[in-house]
């Protein structure tokens, strides 16, 4: 319980330094509980933006302007939608745009990612934007930081990737869509 106390109190203390998204995780990863206490801090760390977006860079990346006039660029966390010049990279990034572009959006989040964006869930009316672009088959559920969803939620956009592959909606059209981490390290090499 102490160490759950101390850590969530270093949790609540880092959320509000900006730029402690990471040193806060390598504080987590060290939790001696394989990472209940994390999620938990995690949680009770999150921190709330509300705003306009202003733009969408691609599927999974936006602007969002807080009425004090600060712009935040937010990375939609737990999924991964196609590069721009990836096949249904444009489409992910127009479907993202049509549900959100200069609406007032609420952005919950609790870390930054290495680029110094807001790794958060995006959501509009109380609907999950994140796990909207997974549905309409233009993003992948990121398997890979799963572990930083709630159970709740990796479940939901498991079963949401599981159902638009089915569907063969959007990407899954394609007989072997190529993961956007994939191709990135491809266009490296």
Not at 147 to 160: F, G, K, L, P, W
């Amino acid at each position: 319980m102490r160490i759950i106390l101390n850590i969530t109190l270093l949790a609540l203390f880092a959320a509000t330094q900006p730029g402690c998204g990471r040193a806060l995780d390598a504080t987590f990863d060290a939790a001696p509980d394989g990472g209940q206490a994390r999620q938990e801090a995690r949680q009770e760390a999150r921190q709330t933006i509300t705003g306009e977006v202003v733009a969408v860079a691609d599927g999974d990346t936006i602007t969002v302007l807080d009425t004090n006039r600060r712009q935040y660029r937010v990375r939609l966390a737990g999924i991964d939608a196609p590069e721009s010049g990836q096949d249904f990279g444009q489409a992910s990034k127009k479907n993202l745009s049509a549900a959100v572009f200069g609406k007032a959006v609420e952005v919950s989040y609790s870390k930054l990612d290495r680029y110094g964006r807001v790794l958060g869930i995006v959501r509009l009316g109380g609907r999950d934007i994140n796990l909207a672009q997974v549905e309409a088959g233009l993003a992948w559920h990121y398997k890979e930081y799963a572990d930083e969803q709630t159970a709740e939620d990796r479940e939901r956009y498991a079963a949401a990737e599981t159902r638009a592959r089915g569907e063969r909606a959007g990407l899954w059209q394609q007989a072997d869509p190529v993961k956007p981490s994939e191709f990135r390290r491809g266009k490296r090499n």
